[in-house]
Nanobody, 121 residues
Framework: QVQLVESGGGLVQPGGSLRLSCAAS????????MAWYRQAPGKQRELVAAITRDGSTGYADSVKGRFTISRDNAKKTAYLQMSSLKPEDTAVYYCNADLKLYSFSKYRNYWGQGTQVTVSS
């Protein structure tokens, strides 16, 4: 069974840092784009950052210069390094990835279960 498992969330003070990880497990042939989304209470889920298989990245304006997305293809893992955290960064952070299970199959989109990030003093 294919899964995306996030870790690294928690409580941090404003100005602090956290590193989220998203590990893909199961029988996976290939991973294309990996991304982080977040959803704050009462708000829609929004794209935070994304990274393609060859390392091209993109960020939401609200996190540019503070967050860095990276990935380790050998470990099938993506990371989100978050710095200079603000209370408005508080949300559940979800991992998202386009996975191909077999060489002949198409890419399908998968979601992780989410990890809570709370920025508060």
């Amino acid at each position: 069974q294919v899964q995306l498992v996030e870790s690294g969330g928690g409580l941090v003070q404003p100005g602090g840092s956290l590193r989220l990880s998203c590990a893909a497990s199961g029988s996976i042939f290939s991973i294309e784009t990996m991304a982080w989304y977040r959803q704050a209470p009462g708000k829609q889920r929004e794209l935070v950052a994304a990274i393609t298989r060859d390392g091209s990245t993109g960020y939401a304006d609200s996190v540019k210069g503070r967050f860095t997305i990276s990935r380790d293809n050998a470990k099938k893992t993506a990371y989100l390094q978050m710095s200079s955290l603000k209370p408005e960064d508080t949300a559940v952070y979800y991992c998202n990835a386009d996975l191909k299970l077999y060489s002949f199959s198409k890419y399908r989109n998968y979601w992780g279960q989410g990890t809570q990030v709370t920025v508060s003093s």
